[in-house]
């Protein structure tokens, strides 16, 4: 049978049809296009907020950071303080004992019978330690018959321990502002010691600081070696 050729409404509904398919092409493409676009704006709107979570967690440990560091830098400084006023308290208390103890070798020079026996004895010490046939012993002004006395006595001691004499020659020319006690010096100035109350008083406060910060303060806990 031969094919005829199509009346108008049947070019009209095939063309309809031909329309209809492709809208129905275009609307699944434009369907497919956004379930696209959807899941794309997904995964970008997720990296956005996980950036941005990450910069205020960024954000946030440094702050927290900055936080720990600034309290620890305030605690450090409180305790440093508090370090500071304990050792300054506790210098002030030695202070206040060498106070003490100064006050009493003052005092020493007041009670003559004491001190000449005390002169004798730190005068034979300087004998015995520079062993020269000469020696000038230099005290206070206020003090040369007492150590003119003590030198003769200790001259004395010294002949009857070393066999050996000792020419002393005793001079004021030590100041009245210190608390007492005499300084040696060989005849050929080669050899001085020094045993003014002073002195004595000062070399004691060295050595035994560290026992005596032990007795009044207790063992130092950071103190791994003694010798």
Known sequence: ?????????????????????IKQEALEKAREIKVKA???????????????????????????????VAQKIAQSTRTNKSRLKLLQQREEHLQDLFSTARAAVEALSTDEARYVQFLEGVVVQGFLNILEPDVTVHAREMDVAL?????????????????????????????????????????????????????????????????????????????????
Do not use: C, W
């Open 1 to 21: 049978m031969a094919s005829r050729p199509l009346n108008d409404d049947e070019v009209l509904s095939e063309m309809n049809k031909m329309v209809a398919f």
């Open 38 to 68: 959807d899941e794309e704006f997904a995964i970008e709107k997720a990296k956005l907020v996980k950036s941005e979570q990450q910069a205020i967690d960024a954000l946030y440990d440094k702050k927290r950071k900055g936080a720990e």
């Open 147 to 227: 150590v003119q006395r003590a030198s003769d006595g200790a001259a004395t001691q010294y002949k009857e321990i070393s066999g050996r004499t000792v020419s002393v020659t005793v001079v004021g020319s030590l100041s009245d502002d210190i608390a007492g006690g005499v300084k040696l010096v060989s005849g050929t100035m080669r050899i001085t010691l020094d045993n003014t109350l002073d002195e004595r008083l000062r070399l004691l406060e060295d050595r035994m600081l560290p026992e005596i910060r032990a007795d009044v303060f207790g063992a130092n806990p950071n103190r791994k070696f003694y010798t």
